[in-house]
């Protein structure tokens, strides 16, 4: 299966939050009961540098996926980072992994900051 593009643009030093629902070739909801998700971002595509790995929730019933990162850990990033590649694959009750959605990231810099 060839995966959906999708990039992101992550700001330093805020919280990041994107959902994806997940529909079969005919539109359909894919019922993600079973399923376990993991998502990262590298420098490069066949990088062994881990950039941050994603907090990842499923609603099974909803084909829905959120991937998140704190204000703590975007914050975190290596100023030298501009621009980064990630990916969420999914592992079916089979134990199949696929990747369902892949793109670019570009990380920004941010001004205000909390006290």
């Known amino acids: ?17 994107q959902a994806f629902i ?11 009961a079973g399923y376990t998700a993991q998502a990262q971002i590298r420098p490069a595509k066949e990088s062994a ?6 907090s990842v929730a499923i609603v099974a019933a909803t084909g829905t996926i959120t991937i998140s990162l704190t204000d703590v ?9 501009v621009k980064g590649w990630w990916d969420l694959v999914l592992t079916n009750p089979s134990a199949l992994r696929e990747s ?16």
């Open 1 to 17: 299966m060839e995966p959906a593009a999708h990039n992101l643009t992550v700001y330093r030093d805020r919280d990041f939050s």
């Open 22 to 32: 997940l529909k079969d070739a005919d539109g359909v909801v894919i019922n993600l």
């Open 49 to 54: 540098t881990l950039i941050v790995e994603f």
């Open 73 to 81: 850990q975007t914050l975190a990033l290596d100023a030298d980072y």
């Open 100 to 115: 369902y959605v892949e793109g670019s990231v570009i990380f920004k810099g941010t001004v205000t900051r909390a006290s």
